[in-house]
């Protein structure tokens, strides 16, 4: 009987494809994936350490487990990713249980590492070299690449895929825990990414997104030329039946011209463009050592919205940052009401050890101050989100089918159902529809929108 596995994701789209990836691996070793950790040999947990809360709830589930593994030892309990690279050997202190710990640079090696476990080789450990332990090769040979060949069915959507166009982070920003625990930024050769949408391409994949920390920063060299991420582009836009590329996180001061012109003239990049602010303050921005200025932020969000008109762009920020005063915070306030982003995500701060903020200054924003701060930025910009959505009533546009929506899940299977799909904006349209459309790009009229959905019905034509 073939040995059931199941994994469990947190964390950003990184920690998705590596799970996508891993889950495929485990597949081509004989594995089998279950729904539930009852049901399985191997409870894995792909984690992530970028704040406090995702940390609480691996270790609370872990926790979860002591009993289950006291029933049933040979069950085994993996600890994947961000957390497993931070954390290490703690991991096997906190909670003794646990078998495995894999950094996300030592993915590869999971089906081998559940082989020794089966052999009686005990709890096993593999994470790459802390960034102080060695030269920049050492240390970026240290996270091995993770992106082999890929296999349609592992995927959880055949006609949207992601691929990982650059690994690591450079950038160090004083609060962020993502350079420590993914390494260096390392650009993968353009043939490579070429090859691998290719290969995409031929299974049906319609839309792609491209995926780095800071994905506007992406160089290679090839046919003794540099290729930035605008001549990425350019090269991939070749390739027939992608339908879409987006790419997602851009870093504001790489937001080029040459990169805004080429959304604006490939007609299959998306208009949609990931540019987290993190703060309106420049004396925040300056602490978190972000390199660019309230006012460049501005200026790159006029230039982008010059060159490419109607580009959806989104952004993250952070309350509470060590020393951010009230004054600070107007300034984010102003920041979000004047830039109209199709959306945020908001973070309140957690100081994460090892980094510079934890290191150099005091977490002295109260957490209800965060929490006031975080409700009062969310509110803005859901009244902005719900603006900007209105005026798509009565429009038609075209979606990405993507499938059942959450509600529908829950019903009895029939053909009429309630579908989701995404437009180029990366907005969520919710429609009634024959479960055929799934896979297809459909015009479909918005008919009801809010601040996070769009309702709408297909155009027949
Ligand atoms: N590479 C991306 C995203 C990194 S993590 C970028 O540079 O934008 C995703 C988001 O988590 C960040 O944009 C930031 O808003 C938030 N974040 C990172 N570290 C955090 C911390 N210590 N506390 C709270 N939020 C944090
Ligand atoms: Fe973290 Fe900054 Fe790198 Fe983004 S750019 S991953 S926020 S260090
Ligand atoms: Fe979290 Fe690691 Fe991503 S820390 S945000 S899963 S790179």
Known sequence: MAKCFYIETVGCQMNVLDSELVAASLRRAGYEAVDSPRKAD?????????????????????GRLKN?????PHKVIGVLGCMAQKDREQIFKRAPHVDLVVGPGQL?????LLERIADGRGPQIEVSLDRKAGNRREIEESFERYDPARDAPARPFRHQAMVRIMLGCD????????????????????????????????????????????????????????????????????????????????????????????????????????????????????RMKRGYTVEQYREMLAATRETVPGAAVTSDFIVGFCGETEDDFQQTVDLVRQSRFR??????????????????????????????????????????????????????????????SKASRKQPAGDMLQLTGRTV?????????????????????????????????PVIR
């Not at 191997?42 to 872990?62: G, M, P």
């Not at 289950?68 to 049933?72: A, I, L």
């Not at 590869?108 to 081998?112: F, T």
Request: net charge neutral; hydrophobic share 35%; glycine share 6%.
């Open 108 to 112: 590869a090696q999971l089906p081998s």
């Open 171 to 286: 950038k160090f920003c004083t609060y962020c825990i993502v350079p420590s625990v993914r390494g260096p930024e390392q650009s993968r050769p353009v043939e490579e990414i070429e090859s691998e949408v290719r290969h995409l391409a031929d299974q049906g994949c319609l839309e792609v997104t491209l995926i780095g920390q800071t994905v506007n920063s992406y160089q290679s060299t090839a046919d003794g030329r540099t290729f930035r991420l605008s001549d990425l582009l350019y090269r991939l836009d070749g390739i027939e039946g992608i339908r879409r590329f987006k790419f997602v996180t851009n870093y504001p001061r790489h937001m080029t011209t040459d990169l805004l012109e080429a959304v604006r003239d490939l007609k299959r990049v998306s208009p949609y463009l990931h540019v987290p602010a993190q703060s309106g303050s420049n004396a925040v921005l300056k």
């Open 425 to 457: 904006c990366d907005r969520i349209v919710v429609f009634q529809g024959h479960h055929r459309l799934i896979g297809t790009i459909l015009p479909v009229r918005i008919t009801q929108t809010n601040a996070f959905t769009l309702f709408g019905e």
């Open 68 to 72: 289950v593994k006291e029933h049933y």
């Open 42 to 62: 191997a409870i894995l947990f792909n984690t992530c350490s970028v704040r406090q809360h995702a940390e609480d709830k691996i270790y609370s589930a872990l």
């Open 343 to 404: 959306n945020s995500f908001i973070f309140k701060y957690s100081p994460r050890a090892g980094t510079k903020s934890a290191e150099l200054y005091e977490d002295d924003v109260p957490d209800e101050v965060k929490r006031r701060r975080n409700n009062e930025l969310l509110a803005i910009q859901n009244a902005i989100s719900d603006e900007e959505n209105r005026p798509l009533l009565g429009r038609t546009v075209e979606i990405l089918v993507e499938g059942p």
